[in-house]
């Protein structure tokens, strides 16, 4: 399936000039929903997760998937021992950077971001195609990072990884399912049809909400649709 980055045409010179774009937090799309209160762009369950697990045995779970249940809240599992009946959490995810695409049929996916709706109140007039998902990766791990809000040059600090597809559903995830997925969106946005690039930062308790990638050679991974 082709990629499209749909947005609006006063951030195409960013892009084609300036050879930048912004990402920023998960945690920013829920505060962009307390601020509208439109689920569309803003998401009040942006990277939180419905996790539920039945008649596990503790001892039989993963170093990893024992953190990641007390990551989001259960520590009963912190000794080790012992059997989870049945649990159901919600979680927080990880506050990662996300910068999203679409993959999908163009004109169901004009139709979805591109036309006012009661859903979608913040439409787009701009579409570019990715030509390759491996050369937009490489352009951006040679990148340059910074502090949206400073100008501060933070390269060293922030780690990228490859776009992985989101997962749309309403319904609570299984313990091998929730575990080590960053992406899960309720399935009202499933006409999105998202796959996401992840940032992070390596150093922890680190507070930005917007990083600014300046990749030289971006506006060579990009083609005009409309």
């Known amino acids: 399936m082709p990629d499209y980055k749909f947005l609006n045409n006063q951030d195409i010179p960013y892009i084609l000039e300036d050879e930048t774009i912004i990402v920023r937090r998960a945690s920013y799309y829920v505060k962009k929903y307390e601020a509208t209160k439109n ?17 596990i045995d503790v001892s039989e779970l993963s170093e990893e998937a024992r953190a990641y249940l007390i990551r989001i809240g259960f ?10 009946g049945e649990i159901e959490v919600i979680g927080q ?7 999203c695409i679409s993959s999908g049929p163009l004109e169901k996916l004009r139709k979805t971001m591109c036309e006012a709706s009661a859903h979608n109140q913040e439409p787009y007039d701009a579409c570019r195609e990715l030509k390759s998902r491996s050369d937009f990766f490489e352009t951006f791990k040679q990148g340059r990072v910074y502090n949206y809000d400073t100008g501060e040059e933070i390269t060293k600090r922030i780690a990228v990884e490859p776009f992985r597809e989101v997962l749309y559903t309403s319904k609570p995830l299984s313990l091998d399912e929730a575990h080590g997925n960053p992406s899960v969106k309720r ?4 006409d ?30 990009f083609s005009r649709v409309f």
């Open 39 to 55: 689920e569309w762009i803003g998401d009040p369950e942006e990277h939180r997760i419905h996790t539920i697990a039945k008649n």
């Open 75 to 84: 520590t009963a599992v912190d000794g080790g021992v012992g059997t989870i």
């Open 93 to 99: 995810l990880p506050d990662h950077y996300i910068y």
């Open 187 to 190: 399935d009202i946005f499933s």
């Open 192 to 221: 999105q049809m998202e796959h996401r690039f992840l940032a992070n930062s390596v150093e922890y308790g680190e507070d930005i909400v917007s990083l600014k990638f300046h990749l030289p050679g971006l506006s060579n991974v």
